[in-house]
């Protein structure tokens, strides 16, 4: 079954991974600006860093035949420091014609405190000014209800943001309902020893349905499994759902959300048409034969 990684740091990645995610059925990839594993020391660490997304890999991605696309920012785990923060936010606007850029994002809260709080507003308001989608991070743990609630009380507080324009990241069991009575878009990140599983992922489904519920597998640098969408596929064909449900949650809802960019590229959505109605079976060979050439 074809699918979209909504959410997937692939510059910590190696390129055998997108090689494993092509032959998977993967079509696409959503990467946000995040945490590199260490706090950046200036705005020019990140300037190439957003580089390195909009430039480098797209084409590490194109290899295989997977499309790239990425989203900028700076992460709440950076965000203490304001004024580094502020320098960052000036660079971003620079990159927002790039085509694979979707928008702002992953921003959010870390541990919830009030730095966290402005730098998160002020990218708010940047979305805001460029008419672009947020794709917000929650925080891990025993902060994430907490910051999850503080999150959507800061962006209605907002009346240029429409909901329907914002995605909201790492929902549990716990947060999701919140997420979506609010009228967000959610998605659900499945960590083998955080966050979901592709198990109580698959519960989330039964309960809340799929409408504008999405799943990824935000691999990183730490424990991550970049073929966790994957194995969330297999695990509602084990319970007996359809393939127009799964297929729902796994395409068809993240092309719909991403949509909503001013960059999306139609001409790429359409050249798969033929493809997404027809096979079960990865068109994956032909890339990756050039590749060996």
């Known amino acids: 079954m074809y699918y979209i990684d909504p959410h997937i740091h692939m510059v910590s990645r190696i390129t055998d991974d997108y090689e494993r ?16 594993g260490f706090d950046r020391a200036s705005a020019y660490g990140f300037l190439d ?4 997304l909009v430039e480098f890999e797209p084409k590490r991605a194109g290899q ?17 420091n304001v004024s580094l ?12 014609d790039r085509p694979n850029v979707l928008g702002i994002g992953e921003i959010g809260l870390n541990k919830n405190t009030r730095n966290e709080a402005i730098v998160f507003l002020e990218q708010v308001d940047l979305a805001a ?14 902060d994430k209800y907490m910051g999850t609630r503080m999150i959507i009380d800061m962006l209605r507080s907002d009346s240029r943001i429409r909901a329907e324009r914002v995605l909201i990241d790492h929902v549990e069991e716990h947060t999701i309902r919140h997420a979506l009575e609010g009228g967000y878009w959610c998605a659900m990140t499945l960590y083998p020893t955080t966050k979901c599983t592709p198990q109580r992922a698959a519960d989330l489904i039964e309960m809340y349905g799929t409408e504008r519920v999405l799943v990824n597998s935000a691999g990183d640098w730490g424990p991550s499994d970049p073929l966790a969408v994957p194995k969330f ?9 359809s393939e127009e449900v799964i297929r729902r949650v796994v395409l068809e809802n993240p092309l719909a959300f991403f949509r909503q960019s001013r960059r999306w590229s139609r001409e790429w959505e359409t050249s798969l048409n033929g493809q997404l109605l027809t096979s079960e ?8 034969a050039q590749t060996r050439s």
């Open 233 to 241: 596929i297999q695990e509602m064909k084990r319970r007996g759902h």
């Open 49 to 52: 860093y957003f580089r390195h």
């Open 21 to 36: 995610l092509a032959r998977c059925g993967c079509l696409a990839v959503s990467e946000p600006a995040f945490w590199a």
């Open 85 to 96: 923060a502020r320098e960052v936010i000036s660079l971003i606007p620079q990159f927002l």
């Open 281 to 288: 079976v990865p068109r994956t060979e032909p890339a990756l």
């Open 129 to 142: 000014r460029y008419d672009e989608l947020i794709l917000i991070h929650t925080p891990h743990l025993e």
């Open 64 to 80: 295989f035949g997977i499309r790239h696309f990425c989203w900028l920012c700076i992460n709440a785990k950076e965000a203490e």
